[in-house]
Structures are given as structure tokens and as C-alpha cells.
């Protein structure tokens, strides 16, 4: 219940800080279902600082397709150094999540 109304601010809301708080709660969550509106946040919110814990939250979640979107926006032209460096980071934990678990 509480990831549905996250997910519904995290798309919809006007407000930067709304969408920021809830991409944080979502990561703290950590459920794998809110991935790809996580990723797709972090493709297209107007706002680096929501991108920016949305790719936190991607690291937070881990698994194969939180990977593809980060790796996807690592590759954008013109992002916020400070959104590259957190979805580095983010990349580092998943790889070194899945390493300890194999």
C-alpha cells in the first residue's frame, strides 16, 4: 500500500521535494517492483536531486534491471557529475552484491 502512494508521488507529484522524499523511502524499502519506476525517474525527473536518489535507490534494490537503467543513464549526455558519481556507486553495490552472493 505504502510503495503504491510512494510510486504515484515519485511520478506525479509538482514538487521536486516530494518526489525526492518518496525515490529515498522507496529505496529504503527496497522492492524490487518499483525498479522500473525508479528507472524511469532517474531517465526523465527535470530534477538532479531526485535523479540523484534515484539512482541511490537503484543501488539500494539491486538486481539485473536496476543495473540496466543505471547503466543507461550513465551513459546520458549532459548529466549532473553528482548524479554520474552516485550511479556509480550504485553500480559498484550491485556488483559487489551479486558477487557475494554467487
Known sequence: RYVSQ????????EDEWVRW???????AIAD???VDDIGR???NDQHRYVRRTCA?????????A???YL???RGRAGEDEYVLMLIDEA?????????NTT
Open 21 to 27: 522524499t518518496a525515490a529515498q523511502a522507496l529505496g
Open 56 to 64: 541511490r535507490a537503484l543501488g539500494d534494490i539491486g538486481g539485473n
Open 71 to 73: 547503466q543507461k543513464a
Open 6 to 13: 510512494l510510486l504515484n508521488a515519485l511520478k506525479q507529484d
Open 41 to 43: 525517474s532517474l531517465e
Open 91 to 99: 553500480l559498484k553495490r550491485i556488483e559487489g552484491s551479486q558477487t
Open 32 to 34: 524490487p517492483g518499483a
Open 66 to 68: 536496476a543495473r540496466q
